[in-house]
């Protein structure tokens, strides 16, 4: 174990960065191995990386192929990166050869893409990102002396905190469009929710800016939203690459929390 951590740590290549160990077994109680905690044993590591930030998991283990192959696949299905010190049978994913500072690895993860790939998209973010903040400062212009007529008392703008890339939290914008009260409100309505899981969606909500007592689609919320001009702001998480131009919606907290394993691999 500490060869491999002093191979990752002490190579040339700087971006990887170790934050927790899961040991085979901890029968001692050891806390830590060159300055890192020890976070698990391996059979338990899966909510650890489930509540923290982590993108790759290396593993160095000399399990049973079947133990093994079963921790391997769980991690892949969370979306979790997994590199190997040694050769496995495992036919899910995408598996290449690599290395961490001289450390040889097999790669196997669900989502696999080139560096080019990643670099492109990226510079589609950012152009689409900077076009999409100067539409939004000329729709503020309108937009919000529009809000603050329809309701007074709230904010210009919504923030709302959201999960994105393996874990990574972050606070999504966009124009008001729903009462300041509206979150609060949610619990009553969720048994008119016609979405089936964790989304929430009514034909007809009263919590839109606007909106008569039965919820009719009307004023300023409902055309905000009917017409996305309530997502513009988004372009701003876009810009910081906080979130993707192409990609799927970052869940709420509340939504992330009742995910599943499987559910995971999304992010």
């Known amino acids: 174990m500490e060869k491999v951590i002093s191979e990752v740590n002490d190579g040339p290549d ?33 909510d650890y990386v ?11 283990l000399n399990y049973p192929s079947d133990k093994f192959d079963q921790i391997v696949e769980t991690l892949v299905n969370i979306g979790i990166t997994v590199d190997i010190k040694l050769n496995i049978k495992f036919n899910g994913g995408t598996q290449e050869f690599g290395h ?10 669900a989502n696999t893409v080139t560096i080019t790939e990643m670099a492109l998209k990226r510079a589609m973010d950012i152009c689409a990102g900077i076009v999409g903040c100067l539409v939004t400062g000329i729709l503020f212009i309108f937009v919000a002396p529009a809000i603050k007529i329809a309701d007074p008392k709230g904010p210009v703008f919504f923030g709302q905190k959201r999960v994105g890339r393996n874990g990574r939290t972050f606070t999504i914008y966009k124009f008001r469009s729903m009462y300041v009260d509206a979150e609060e409100r949610k619990k009553e309505l969720m048994a008119k929710n016609k979405m089936e899981g964790l989304m929430f969606k009514m034909d007809a909500d009263p919590r839109i800016i606007g909106s008569g007592p039965d919820g009719t689609r009307k004023g300023l919320g409902y055309y905000l939203r009917h017409l996305s001009i309530d997502e513009f702001p988004n372009f701003w998480s876009i810009l ?22 499987h559910h995971k691999s999304r992010l």
């Open 240 to 261: 910081k690459g906080d979130m993707s131009l192409v990609g799927t919606r970052p869940p709420t907290m509340d939504e992330y929390n009742q995910y599943e394993l």
């Open 100 to 109: 961490i500072n001289g450390t040889k690895i097999i790669r196997t993860s």
């Open 50 to 60: 489930c509540k923290n930030v982590v993108d790759e998991v290396l593993l160095n």
């Open 14 to 46: 700087k971006s990887f960065e170790i934050v927790g160990i899961a040991l085979n077994t901890n029968e001692e109680g050891i806390k830590e191995c060159q300055g890192i905690p020890v976070v698990s044993e391996v059979t338990d590591m899966y």
